[in-house]
C-alpha cells in the first residue's frame, strides 16, 4: 500500500524492516474486533428499565424541530405530531423498526484487510472528533489545526497497529468555507488511510460532491455501494429531543447513497441531557431510536450505528468532561444498551481532559478504555489523541494511545483456559527434578509471543538500563516515532492520475506535493 | 487525629480549611470498600477448572523445603511427605481448611474511622512494595529510600483520601541490620498513619520485639489482640512451591500474636510461574491454600489475607513488568477466585514500569486500576506511587495515584437506575416549556455532589484558562501537594511519652524531631 524511498534500496533497510516486521495474524496476540463483554455496569433488569424510559420519553415527550421531509417519512409509519409540534413516536414502530433494522453489515475499508465485522460484542478502536487546536509538532504549543494536520494524522493512523479505523479528528481551520471544508476533510481522509473512514458534512450539497469522488476512487457508484469505506458521523439531534435541520437532510442523502450513517447523540450529562447517568442513557438511547426509525423509513435496512455518545459536564463549572468517570460509566453502559438491540453500536472513549499526554491523560485514557473496550461497544471513537476535553489534538498521543488501546485489547481478549494452559506437566517439570524456575521452560517460550502482548514504544527497561541509555521520556520516545511515521509514510494507494482528476473538479487545497515523500518531488519544488 | 499549627490559629486558616473540608459522609460520590464485581475476566467453570488443578497439584506435586514446625502442624491433619521429601495435601484437608477458615474479619486501624471490611467484594486500595529507590523529592534523581521517607510515604498516605491502608513500600536502605530495620519500619508506619498498616519481618525475633511495641501502642495485649491494627505481610511460599523457613517461622509468631497474616504467593508468570497465565493462577491458589491449611492447622479461624500476588514477566528479557495486560487479567482473576471461596483476597495492582509518573504510568495505572477494582479484589496492595517495576518509588505518584483510585472507584459504585434518576419528569420539565437544558436543573444541583466525584489535583480548566494560570503540568501539581503534605500533617497520635517509652528499649533511629513539625520544635534545635 505504501512506497517510501527507503524501500527501494533493500540491503541494511530491508533486513532492519523485516525484524520489525509485524508478527503473522495467527500468532498476534490481539486482533481487531476481538469479542469482549466480560464488563458489565448495568443488570439486565436494568438495561430494559433504561430501554422502557426510552419508549416512554419517545411516545409522551417525542422530539421537536422535525424538517417537512422527516414528517414525510414518519408520519406514515405511525408518528404523530402533538400540540407543541413535537414528534410522537409509538412504541409499534419504534419494536418495527428494531425488527427491520440493519445488523451484521460489515464496515469497508479501501485495503480488504482492514474491514470491520463491529456486531455482537466485536470491538474496534479508532479515531474522531472536531478538535480545532493540535500541539505544533515542532513548538509542541498549541495552535488551529489545518489541512496538513488533517491529513497528517490519517496517516499516522494508517500506520497504528491498534486503531482500526479513522474518523476525521481535527478541523482544518485553514478552510474557512464550509463546501470546501466538509470535501478537503473526506478527500484528506481518504487519502491518508486506507482504513475505514468516518467524516462529517454540514450541508448535503458538500456530501453529494462528495459522493462523486467517493464513487471515482472505488471505481464507479456500484464499487462503491458494494463496498463503501466511507461513513457518515451524523448529529440528526441536538440534544434534548430537538431534530437538526441540516443533518437530518445529509443523513436522508447518505441512506440513499449507499453511505453507512453513524447516529449520534452527543448530549452532555448535566447540560444538555440529565445529570443523573441513567437519564443520560435514557434520553440517548430515545434519541437513538428514533433517528433509528427515519433511517428505517428512508430505507428498510440501511446501515446505520447506534451512536450513544453522550459526554458529561463537569458540574462544578458546566465544562465538559471526557477523562471523567461518569464518563466511562456512560460509555459502557452504552455498550450494552447496544448488545441489547443487537445493533451496531458506537461510543466515544478516551478523550482526556488534561492539554497535553501526562500522567492524568494516560490514567483517563486506561480507565476509560479499559472499562469501555471490556464492556465490549463495536466502535470506540475518540479513542486516540484526544485532549484538552475535545478541543486539543496531539500526535504524541495517538502513538501512546496505541499502546493503552494494544494493553486493553490484550485484557479483552482474556485468559486463556485450557488442560494445557493450567499447566500442571509444566509445574511438575520444573519442580520435580527440573530446573525449579519457568525460564526456559517449552512453554514459556512457545507461548511468549502469542499469549503476550509488548507495548510500541512503552518503556519496561530496568532502572540502570533507562540510565544508560539517557533517561528516554516517554513523551519523547512517542515524538520520535510521530516524526518516523510522518517523514517515511505517505500512503499511495490514490494515484497521480486519480489526485489529478479530482482536483479537475474539486477544490482540493492542500497541494499535491505536500502529500509525497519530499524526495520523490520533482526537482524543481 | 492532626496537630497542624495553622489548626490553632483560627481566623482565614480555619475558613480555608473549612471550604476545603470534604464532604460528610452521607454525600460523598465514593467510599471505602462499596461492592464491586461487575468485570469478570473468568466464567464460573472456569473458576472451578483452577480450582480443580490446585487442588490437583497440592495433592501431587505438594509444597518443597517444609521447615520441622510445619510438618508438626500439618503431618497430623493429614500431610504427607512424598519420596521426593515434597509435602503433599490431600484434598480432604483443603476442604476442611476452607470450611474452617476465617472470614469476615476486620482490617482494623488506630483511628477507627478507617477500620476495614474487606470481604464479600468489598474493594480497598492502598500502598505496598519495598522498593529500594525512591525520586528524591528535591532533585527528582533515583536514590536509595531511607528511614525519612518511610515516615514521609505514612503520613502522606494518611491524607489522601483514595488510600484506605498503609502498608510498607519502601525498604529504609540507611538502616542495614535486618532487626533494626523491621522494628524501625514498623514503628515508622504506626506512627505515619492511623490507617491500617501493614509490613514484614524477617526474623521472628524482630516481630516478638515488634509485637511488644505494639501492645504498648494498643494499651495492653488485650486490646491489640481486640483490635490488631498491623497485618504481617508474609512470603511464606517461594514460587514455585517451595516453603520458605524463615517467613514460615514469622507467619506462626503471628498467628499465635493475633496478627493477620497476609499470605503472599509472589511468582513471575514465566520465570517462577508458569508462563501460561491459567498456569500462574493455579500455582499461586495452590501455594495459598497451603498457606491456608498451615494458618488454620496452627489456630483454626486464625485471620488471613489470601494473598493471590502473582507478578508478570516481559519474556523478552525476563524482568518483570508490573504495568503489562497480563498483570491485569492475572489480578482481576485472583478477585474471582477469592470470591469462589469466599476469602478476603489480596492482590497487586498499578505497578507501573514507568520510572516516573508519565503519560505511561498513568495508563498501566489506569487499566490496572479500573479492572482489577472492578473484579471486586477485597484488598489492592501496590496500588500509589509505585514504579520501575517495584524498584522505584514517588512520592508525586501517590498523589496522582490518589485521583487514580478516586475515579476507579466512582466507576466501582456504578449507576444508580430508579425511577428519579431515569428522569422522564426532569426531560419533560426542561423540553416542554421549559429552559431546553439542565443546567439549573432541580435533579443537576441536587446530585452535583453526591453522584459526580472531582479530582483532587486532576486538570479540568479550559485551555484558555489552563493558559492563564500559568499551564501548569500535572506533575508539579503533584509535587507541590506533596510539599503541602509534608510541611503541614505530622501525626500526632502516638504521644511525646509513649515514643520516649518506645525509643527507651527499641533501637528507633529516625530522630524524634524528624517526625515533627519544624515550628514546634524545641528552640534549640
Given at each position: 500500500m505504501t512506497t517510501t524511498p527507503n524501500s527501494r534500496r533493500g540491503g541494511r533497510a530491508s533486513r532492519t524492516a523485516m525484524r520489525a516486521a509485524p508478527l503473522t495474524d495467527d500468532i498476534k496476540p490481539v486482533r481487531p474486533g476481538m469479542a469482549a463483554g466480560r464488563y458489565k455496569p448495568l443488570t439486565d433488569a436494568e438495561v430494559l428499565k433504561i430501554h422502557e424510559a426510552a419508549i416512554n420519553v419517545l411516545e409522551n415527550i417525542g422530539i421537536a424541530d422535525a424538517i417537512p421531509s422527516t414528517l414525510e417519512y414518519l408520519l406514515p409509519k405511525g408518528c404523530k405530531l402533538d400540540a407543541n409540534g413535537r414528534l410522537l413516536f409509538p412504541r409499534s414502530l419504534i419494536e418495527h423498526t428494531l425488527e427491520i433494522a440493519g445488523r451484521n453489515f460489515p464496515l469497508y475499508a479501501q485495503d480488504p484487510q482492514y474491514d470491520m465485522e463491529p456486531w455482537g460484542t466485536n470491538t474496534y478502536f479508532g479515531t474522531a472528533g472536531a478538535a480545532v487546536y493540535i500541539a505544533d509538532y515542532e513548538t509542541g504549543e498549541y495552535r488551529e489545526s489545518n489541512s496538513q494536520d488533517a491529513y497528517d494524522i490519517a496517516r499516522l493512523v494508517d500506520r497504528m497497529e491498534h486503531l482500526h479505523f479513522y474518523q476525521r479528528a481535527v478541523v482544518p481551520r485553514d478552510i474557512p468555507e464550509a463546501s470546501a471544508m466538509d470535501i478537503n476533510t473526506c478527500y484528506l481522509s481518504v487519502s491518508g488511510t486506507t482504513k475505514h473512514v468516518g467524516t462529517s458534512w454540514v450541508h448535503p450539497d458538500h456530501l453529494e460532491a462528495s459522493l462523486k469522488m467517493l464513487h471515482e476512487i472505488a471505481g464507479g457508484e456500484d464499487k462503491w455501494r458494494a463496498r463503501p469505506f466511507v461513513s457518515q458521523s451524523n448529529c440528526f439531534v441536538?440534544?434534548?429531543?430537538?431534530?437538526?435541520?441540516?443533518?437530518?437532510?445529509?443523513?436522508?442523502?447518505?441512506?440513499?447513497?449507499?453511505?453507512?450513517?453513524?447516529?449520534?447523540?452527543?448530549?452532555?450529562?448535566?447540560?444538555?441531557?440529565?445529570?443523573?447517568?441513567?437519564?443520560?442513557?435514557?434520553?440517548?438511547?430515545?434519541?437513538?431510536?428514533?433517528?433509528?426509525?427515519?433511517?428505517?423509513?428512508?430505507?428498510?435496512?440501511?446501515?446505520?450505528?447506534?451512536?450513544?455518545?453522550?459526554?458529561?459536564?463537569?458540574?462544578?463549572?458546566?465544562?465538559?468532561?471526557?477523562?471523567?468517570?461518569?464518563?466511562?460509566?456512560?460509555?459502557?453502559?452504552?455498550?450494552?444498551?447496544?448488545?441489547?438491540?443487537n445493533l451496531t453500536g458506537g461510543t466515544s472513549s478516551g478523550i482526556s481532559d488534561a492539554k497535553y499526554p501526562d500522567a492524568q491523560s494516560g490514567s483517563e485514557k486506561g480507565i476509560n478504555h479499559a472499562l469501555v473496550g471490556n464492556a465490549g461497544m463495536n466502535l470506540i471513537y475518540e479513542a486516540a489523541g484526544m485532549h484538552g476535553s475535545l478541543l486539543g489534538y496531539s500526535l504524541e498521543g495517538v502513538v501512546l494511545d496505541n499502546d493503552t488501546i494494544g494493553s486493553v485489547q490484550r485484557t479483552i481478549k482474556g485468559i486463556e483456559i485450557t488442560d494445557e494452559s493450567l499447566s500442571i506437566e509444566t509445574m511438575r517439570a520444573q519442580c520435580i527434578g527440573g530446573p525449579g524456575h519457568y525460564l526456559g521452560a517449552e512453554q514459556t517460550l512457545r507461548i511468549m509471543q502469542s499469549e503476550y502482548l509488548y507495548p510500541a514504544i512503552g518503556d519496561r527497561?530496568?532502572?540502570?538500563?533507562?540510565?544508560?541509555?539517557?533517561?528516554?521520556?516517554?513523551?519523547?520516545?512517542?515524538?520520535?516515532?510521530?516524526?518516523?511515521?510522518?517523514?517515511?509514510?505517505?500512503?499511495?494507494?490514490?494515484?497521480?492520475?486519480?489526485?489529478?482528476?479530482?482536483?479537475?473538479?474539486?477544490?482540493?487545497?492542500?497541494?499535491?506535493?505536500k502529500m509525497l515523500h519530499p524526495s520523490i518531488l520533482p526537482a524543481t519544488l
Open positions: 441536538v440534544p434534548p429531543l430537538k431534530f437538526a435541520s441540516d443533518a437530518c437532510k445529509c443523513l436522508e442523502v447518505a441512506v440513499h447513497g449507499g453511505m453507512p450513517v453513524l447516529l449520534l447523540s452527543a448530549g452532555q450529562a448535566g447540560a444538555t441531557a440529565p445529570a443523573a447517568i441513567a437519564g443520560a442513557l435514557v434520553q440517548q438511547v430515545a434519541e437513538c431510536l428514533a433517528g433509528l426509525a427515519y433511517v428505517n423509513a428512508i430505507k428498510p435496512g440501511a446501515p446505520a450505528i447506534f451512536g450513544l455518545w453522550c459526554f458529561v459536564s463537569d458540574l462544578r463549572s458546566g465544562a465538559m468532561s471526557g477523562g471523567s468517570p461518569e464518563q466511562v460509566l456512560l460509555s459502557a453502559a452504552s455498550a450494552q444498551m447496544a448488545h441489547f438491540y527497561l530496568s532502572s540502570k538500563e533507562w540510565k544508560e541509555v539517557g533517561k528516554p521520556a516517554i513523551y519523547d520516545v512517542a515524538h520520535k516515532k510521530v516524526r518516523e511515521v510522518l517523514d517515511n509514510h505517505f500512503p499511495s494507494h490514490i494515484s497521480e492520475e486519480m489526485d489529478a482528476n479530482i482536483r479537475s473538479y474539486l477544490d482540493i487545497r492542500l497541494p499535491r506535493e
